[in-house]
């Protein structure tokens, strides 16, 4: 068998595979050049961007759980403008698709960050992020409500000349309810599970923030599999994966591509070797084309 | 050139030094051993292949043995990481990331005459690494080397007598089990009361939070450029996800202060950069 093809399509954006890093765990990209060559990755996912610069939480913002990370970095990130001054130009050097991942506290903010995005070159797509639980407003809790997230969508859906991606919380009741209303609303995908809601006790305080790591794989797998029912427009599976193993299965419930986020901090190269994993995956099981593959496991 | 390593290293020695501190000796880290410097550190994974602790814990790099491709940490047990860490036998693995972090800048001590070294606990590890590689070069033959070392009590002192033949060593426990009775820092400042219109000397410290406050407002006080070591909760160690944030004065800023992080602007800082929160 020849080499197997990798290469997946969502909304129009060839990726040369499905794996992409989720946005925060591989910073602006070049913090991570000793491990991953970013030309290899399906798509790059740099650090969730706000309108104006934020300096994030206070500190401490990041503690191991069993299997296991709650961070609570509160979305420090340069901001839209430095960023695309700053830290896309190192980015378009790459023959890879940059998604990039915008938050707001209010609808405008989104918008704000949407407008100042257009048409800049090097941008394949936006990942609207309606799940990041360390926000005072806005964040996750505009993705829990049908009607919040189509409030957010729709005004960016207006704006864009790229592909829409939306980043779902998993801390909802119907995840099938709001993934319809976000199709509805005209994205281009939907990318899931963002952190779930957790805290532990450190030094005798409350630590609160969003929950990462292998103990969430089975809530991502579980979610995934229900959004991929529910809509039509493709689902990028998040949520525990550590292994080539581990993306494979949410590509099996019908993951067109996956994110992998927290294992980058126990292997920095774990996106590489997932990758190598997939393929070695497919030669071994003579599956010529990832998409043949792809939602074989319901 | 990769400047950062992620490798598989084996256990060559776990030795206790005092009580729950333990110095562990790493093999095959020739990668790191080569291009490490003093006040830099490492990330290590007591066990890689389990999802049971994921984040690695850092550690000052003690020292490099330039003739073998091994690394030195100091761990004191604090929780389950550690405790799994220092029980590790012979040829056993461990993940290790590094060598990470700025580490000391000595270009600054140039015009000074003194070297002051003030640690605290653990903190002896970068700074021993510090004086080794000082005391061997040649444009620090002139200088005076001072090691101030302190510790709540005997069994609990890092210490080793091969350290006086390189500067000139003070020992300090809180309950004078041994060396003198007392806080390291208020002997700091007998000697400085004493000696500091006559030294033109440089600081570096590393330990406690506590005592690096206290050291800052020392240095503050007698007008001594200082560095200091600042430990943070990480979890990428290179400066990616932005967890390892310290507080630091920022006069470019509307409200005065920024973030750095210790992993990538640190972890050694300029004393008087940052804000000491209560």
Redesign the interface.
Known sequence: MSEPKMAVEIADIWLKNPVMNAS????YGE??K??VDIGEMGAFVP?GLTLEPR??????????T????I?R?GL?NVGVERFIEEKLPYLRQFDTPIIVNINGETVDEYRECAYLLKDVEGIAALEVNLGCPNMERGGAEFGKDKQTVTNVVRPVWELTRVPLIVKLTPDVTSIAEIAKAVEGAGANAISLINTTKGAAIIDGKLFVGGLS??AIKPRALYLVSEVVKAVKIPVIGIGGI?TAEDALDLLGVGGRAVQVG?A??????AIPEIIQGIREFMAGNHIADINNFIGSYV | MPEKFELEATIAQVKQVADKTYVIWLNDCHSIANIAQPGQFVMVWPNPDSYEHLLGRPFSIVLTQISEPRIGILVKVKGEGTKVLCRKKLGEKVRVLGPLGNGFDIIKTAPCEQILLVAGGTGVAGLTNLLKTLTSKVHFLNKEFHFFIGAETANKLVWSEKWTELATTYVVTDDGSAGRPGMVTDLLQDILHTYRSVWHPYLFAAGPIEMLREVTEIAKIHDIPAQVAVEAGMACGVGACLGCAVNVKDPTDPEDWTYKHVCKDGPIFDAQEVIWNE
Request: proline share 11%.
């Open positions: 925060g765990t591989m910073g913090e991570y000793d491990f650090k300096k994030g939480s206070e500190p401490p913002r990041i503690i191991e069993p299997c296991g990370v961070n970095i420090e790591g292998p550590m927290t980058n901090f126990f292997n920095h190269r």
